[in-house]
C-alpha cells in the first residue's frame, strides 16, 4: 500500500483518488473480490461472493468505477488501473 495519505498535497487529484484508504468497507470488499479473482465478475456474483446486497455491491461498482479504480461492461467488472494488489490474489 502507498505511504501517501488523501490530504498530501505532493499526490496529485487523480493519483489520489486511486487509494485505498479513500474506500468505504464494503467498496473494499468489493474491489478486494475483484482484484482476488481475477476475472470478470457480475454484480450477482460479487454479492455472492462478498456476502452484500445486490443494492451495495451495485452502489459500490459505480463508485469504483467513478474512482477508476475498476472497469465495467456488458460482460461485469474486472480490475482498472492501480498500483497496489491484493496478497494471495491470483496473478496469472
Known amino acids: 500500500m502507498s505511504d501517501r495519505t488523501p490530504?498530501?498535497?505532493q499526490t496529485a487529484p487523480a493519483k489520489m483518488r486511486r487509494?485505498?484508504?479513500v474506500l468505504e468497507a464494503d467498496e473494499l470488499t468489493v474491489y478486494e473480490a475483484i482484484a482476488?479473482?481475477?476475472r470478470r465478475l457480475g454484480s450477482a456474483e460479487l454479492a455472492t461472493t462478498t456476502g452484500l446486497?445486490?443494492?451495495t455491491v451495485r452502489a459500490a461498482?459505480?463508485?469504483l468505477t467513478d474512482?477508476?479504480?475498476i472497469e465495467t461492461?456488458?460482460?461485469g467488472t474486472t480490475l482498472g488501473p492501480n498500483t497496489w494488489d491484493v496478497h494471495g490474489s491470483n496473478q496469472g
Do not use: I, Y
Open 7 to 9: 490530504h498530501d498535497r
Open 19 to 21: 487509494e485505498p484508504q
Open 36 to 38: 482476488t479473482l481475477r
Open 53 to 55: 446486497s445486490e443494492e
Open 61 to 63: 461498482v459505480d463508485r
Open 67 to 69: 474512482l477508476e479504480m
Open 73 to 75: 461492461g456488458k460482460d
